[in-house]
């Protein structure tokens, strides 16, 4: 149970559904209600493959790539830490706006692939923080079923987050969004800064 709430929490930090409903939005303008559904189910589906992929073969990619488990703690740590760092500084919401703006501009033949089920549901923070804790949770079944359930409710929590985008956008507002992103901004940082602990203290000992 607490690994499957430290996952949950670690990943509804790095993709932050709430704050995705207003980039839903302008990504979907001008569709109809069926159409948006449509295009949440599809992006909902495609992240979750992709982060079920590095859920269950992550840790063998990096194992034939030749990287070290704690040398990919500290990448992976280093990654997160700068993803909290734009979401603290502000940065994170312009740079997504503008991905999916650009999508758009370039008539994506599926924007439910491109942009929001990668990069924004299924991008790199999500997936170094998805290898990340499978790396932590070894071949434990109990803990890879608890990391998958986690990706689930997250997953869910950005469908229902699509489906009610424009209440969601309307409660929370630009102001909340921010708010909310700084604070979790933090906590993301510190999470982060324990995978780089983690990963300095398995070198050290090896």
């Known amino acids: 149970m607490d690994f499957f709430v430290s996952a949950f929490v670690t990943l509804a930090v790095v993709v932050d559904p709430l704050g995705l409903a207003a980039i839903f939005l302008a990504a979907t303008?001008?569709?109809?209600?069926?159409?948006r559904h449509s295009i949440a189910r599809r992006a909902c589906l495609y992240a979750m493959l992709i982060l079920f992929g590095a859920a269950l073969f992550g840790e063998r990619l990096l194992q034939f790539l030749g990287v070290s488990l704690p040398a990919f703690r500290i990448a992976g740590g280093l990654l997160l830490f700068t993803l909290a760092s734009e979401m603290v500084l502000g940065v994170r919401e312009v740079h997504d706006a503008r991905t999916a703006e650009q999508a758009l501009a370039e008539h994506h033949a599926d924007?439910?692939?491109?942009?929001?089920?990668?990069?924004?549901?299924?991008?790199?923070?999500?997936?170094?923080a998805t290898l990340l804790l499978a790396t932590r949770a070894g071949m434990d079944p109990t803990r890879i079923a608890a990391l998958c359930a986690a990706l689930i409710a997250v997953i869910a929590a950005c469908f229902v987050t699509f489906?009610?985008?424009?209440?969601?956008?309307?409660?929370?507002?630009r102001a909340g969004n921010l708010l909310f992103a700084k604070l979790l901004g933090v906590l993301l940082a510190a999470l982060a800064v324990q995978f780089v602990v983690d990963g300095g203290r398995a070198l050290l000992a090896g």
């Open 29 to 35: 303008q001008g569709a109809t209600t069926p159409a």
């Open 111 to 128: 924007i439910a692939a491109f942009p929001l089920a990668t990069p924004l549901m299924a991008g790199p923070g999500a997936i170094a």
């Open 163 to 173: 489906r009610l985008a424009t209440r969601v956008d309307q409660l929370v507002g």
